[in-house]
């Protein structure tokens, strides 16, 4: 994808999508929305992280950086080919992920998908099985084996694992191996069916114009196949604890910070590898789509360090992160790059020198915008084209709730510059990001529908409840499409056409 060309999107999150399973996947309800986005101009579907979800349901604290989630495969292309029967679907609810009960029954359904396909496949759908493992073994031999030990320890932390299983004995991880050969192969399924289901998704997007964007976090969970695999990558002790964690320092959000937990990564082991684990990471993600942003980009070039036994961020430092010769190996071994680095928060000169050393845009976001004065970086006129306009992003409010909750002076602020009011904010701020001069612009699907709080993905800092929106194909109604479409073809962000202007 050319990030220079310009371009327009939207935000949603597979898990949003509609569908009978409790919840979004890359079944027929994805195909309709590509075929949406075609309609209404759009040329970008941004994703949130795709790997497994983690505590709190959340996509940012996953067990493994390289698989995918098990709960996206969608269960209609498993009963297409004869491996699983059509499931009795209990009564889910549409409009929010319930992950408590949609996680195990999904997780019953695959099982049952597994056996059919190990029982009753075709020989070339086992072959392709086949060379499948073993283009990706490099990470999902650790993986599988990572999670068919977990399954009968109700997913004990590793560390807690007995010491040669913990330690990654050979005899013990030979041992293991075999016991849990038929657990590892029904892990290795599930991946492999992911991959292929996104692949599928991915070739129907660009045969129509529209590109995916994924999410990649910057770090790993503690708890994860690759910290289990590669300790030594990681500032932990001799007992796999966290001697420090990331987390950023108290600012106007919040005054104790924010301690996220992560591990930390041994950048000298890792440059002594010239980065190898990190340009594998990558390889995987450009697999799987065309354009992704990396999230928390400014750890890399410096990064915040909390105390392990710190119960919050108001204890720590600053430490210098890899810098430029990260992404000069990466790029060495993939060739160009098609990043976005996510550039917000407490940004400081070197950030921004990394950022345009990389040739990678920034991201502007418009709610930001309105708290000063007409010099602010985030308002339109300041902006420049190696940039990502947003109305707002997972972890904000809707627009329209942005708005309801806005202080006094930064509505009136908002209502002057953009020209509009309660009812109209959405469309405002929207034709704004498209108007301006960033080369991409992307809105969540809330926005585009002028969706209230009740409607917001996350809430950072608050555990539980979060992740779980999901939009009813009726939202979608022929209106937010028409508009959505005009405001795209006027700012020469999509096809010219849908303006339907008349003759000359």
Same mark, same amino acid.
């Given at each position: 994808?050319?990030?220079?060309?310009?371009?327009?999107?939207?935000?949603?999150?597979?898990?949003?999508?509609?569908?009978?399973?409790? +919840?979004?996947?890359?079944?027929?309800?994805?195909?309709?929305?590509?075929? &949406?986005? #075609?309609? =209404?101009?759009?040329?970008?579907?941004?994703?949130? !992280?795709?790997?497994?979800?983690?505590?709190?349901?959340?996509?940012?604290?996953?067990?493994?950086?390289?698989?995918?989630?098990?709960?996206?495969?969608?269960?209609?292309?498993?009963?297409?080919?004869?491996?699983?029967?059509?499931? #009795?679907?209990?009564?889910?609810?549409?409009?929010?992920?319930?992950?408590?009960?949609?996680? !195990?029954?999904?997780?019953? #359904?695959?099982?049952?998908?597994?056996?059919?396909?190990?029982?009753?496949? =075709?020989?070339?759908?086992?072959?392709?099985?086949? *060379?499948?493992?073993?283009?990706?073994?490099? &990470?999902?031999?650790?993986?599988?084996? /990572?999670?068919?030990?977990?399954?009968?320890?109700?997913?004990?932390?590793?560390?807690?694992?007995?010491?040669?299983?913990?330690?990654?004995?050979?005899?013990?991880?030979?041992?293991?191996?075999?016991?849990?050969?038929?657990?590892?192969?029904?892990?290795?399924?599930?991946?492999? #069916?992911?991959?292929?289901?996104?692949?599928?998704?991915?070739?129907?997007?660009?045969?129509?114009?529209?590109?995916?964007?994924?999410?990649?976090? $910057?770090?790993?969970?503690?708890?994860?196949?690759?910290?289990?695999?590669?300790?030594?990558?990681?500032?932990?002790?001799?007992?796999?604890?966290?001697?420090?964690? %990331?987390?950023? !320092?108290?600012?106007?959000?919040?005054?104790?910070?924010?301690?996220?937990?992560?591990?930390?990564?041994?950048?000298?082991?890792?440059? =002594?590898?010239?980065?190898?684990?990190?340009? %594998?990471?990558?390889?995987?993600?450009?697999?799987?789509?065309?354009?992704?942003?990396?999230?928390?980009?400014?750890? /890399?070039?410096?990064?915040?360090? $909390?105390?392990?036994?710190?119960?919050?961020?108001?204890?720590?430092?600053?430490?210098?992160?890899?810098?430029?010769?990260?992404?000069?190996?990466?790029?060495?071994?993939?060739?160009?790059?098609?990043?976005?680095?996510?550039?917000?928060?407490? $940004?400081?000169?070197?950030?921004?020198?990394?950022?345009?050393?990389?040739?990678?845009?920034?991201?502007?976001?418009?709610?930001?915008?309105?708290? *000063?004065?007409?010099?602010?970086? /985030?308002?339109? @006129? +300041?902006?420049?084209?190696?940039?990502?306009?947003?109305?707002?992003?997972?972890?904000?409010?809707?627009?329209?709730?942005?708005?309801?909750?806005?202080?006094?002076?930064?509505?009136?602020?908002?209502?002057?510059?953009? %020209?509009?009011?309660? @009812?109209?904010?959405?469309?405002? +701020? $929207?034709?704004?990001?498209?108007?301006?001069?960033?080369?991409?612009?992307?809105?969540?699907?809330?926005?585009?529908?002028?969706?209230?709080?009740?409607?917001?993905?996350?809430?950072?800092?608050?555990?539980?409840?979060?992740?779980?929106?999901?939009?009813?194909?009726?939202?979608?109604?022929?209106?937010?499409?028409?508009?959505?479409?005009?405001?795209?073809?006027?700012?020469?962000?999509?096809?010219?056409?849908?303006?339907?202007?008349? %003759?000359?």
């Amino acid at each position: 994808m050319n990030l220079d060309q310009r371009s327009s999107g939207v935000l949603l999150h597979i898990t949003s999508l509609p569908g009978p399973h409790g +919840m979004g996947d890359f079944g027929p309800d994805a195909y309709r929305f590509v075929d &949406w986005l #075609q309609a =209404a101009g759009q040329g970008i579907w941004q994703l949130l !992280p795709t790997t497994p979800i983690g505590p709190g349901d959340s996509p940012y604290q996953g067990v493994s950086a390289f698989a995918g989630s098990p709960w996206m495969v969608a269960l209609e292309p498993l009963v297409a080919k004869g491996w699983l029967q059509p499931p #009795q679907v209990p009564d889910f609810n549409c409009e929010r992920v319930d992950y408590g009960r949609v996680t !195990p029954w999904r997780e019953q #359904q695959l099982r049952g998908a597994a056996a059919g396909f190990f029982a009753s496949a =075709a020989a070339d759908d086992r072959q392709a099985f086949a *060379a499948w493992c073993e283009t990706q073994k490099s &990470w999902l031999d650790d993986y599988a084996l /990572f999670m068919a030990i977990r399954s009968p320890l109700n997913g004990q932390p590793w560390w807690t694992w007995e010491d040669g299983l913990k330690r990654r004995a050979p005899k013990a991880i030979a041992k293991a191996r075999k016991d849990h050969a038929d657990e590892i192969a029904f892990w290795q399924f599930v991946q492999w #069916q992911f991959d292929v289901q996104v692949g599928a998704l991915k070739a129907y997007a660009n045969e129509r114009g529209v590109h995916l964007m994924g999410d990649l976090p $910057i770090f790993v969970a503690h708890d994860s196949a690759d910290c289990w695999s590669r300790p030594d990558l990681y500032e932990l002790d001799d007992d796999f604890q966290t001697a420090v964690v %990331a987390g950023v !320092p108290p600012d106007d959000l919040g005054p104790l910070g924010q301690r996220w937990g992560n591990p930390l990564y041994r950048w000298d082991r890792m440059a =002594a590898e010239n980065y190898a684990w990190w340009t %594998a990471r990558i390889r995987r993600a450009l697999s799987q789509a065309d354009v992704f942003r990396i999230d928390h980009f400014r750890g /890399f070039a410096g990064y915040y360090e $909390i105390p392990g036994d710190s119960p919050d961020a108001t204890r720590g430092r600053w430490v210098t992160g890899p810098g430029m010769a990260l992404f000069d190996a990466i790029r060495q071994a993939l060739g160009p790059l098609p990043i976005v680095a996510e550039d917000l928060g407490f $940004i400081t000169d070197d950030v921004h020198a990394l950022r345009d050393g990389c040739g990678f845009p920034g991201m502007k976001i418009l709610q930001f915008a309105f708290g *000063a004065e007409g010099d602010h970086e /985030f308002l339109p @006129h +300041m902006w420049s084209r190696a940039s990502v306009a947003y109305t707002g992003t997972h972890d904000n409010d809707t627009v329209r709730g942005w708005w309801n909750q806005a202080k006094p002076r930064e509505r009136a602020f908002a209502g002057s510059y953009l %020209a509009c009011g309660e @009812h109209d904010v959405h469309w405002a +701020m $929207i034709r704004a990001c498209a108007n301006s001069v960033a080369n991409m612009a992307v809105y969540p699907l809330q926005d585009v529908l002028g969706l209230d709080s009740s409607h917001r993905m996350n809430v950072p800092g608050v555990l539980g409840g979060n992740w779980g929106w999901r939009f009813r194909w009726d939202m979608l109604g022929a209106e937010p499409t028409r508009v959505l479409g005009l405001i795209t073809a006027a700012a020469g962000r999509g096809p010219f056409e849908l303006l339907r202007l008349p %003759a000359c």
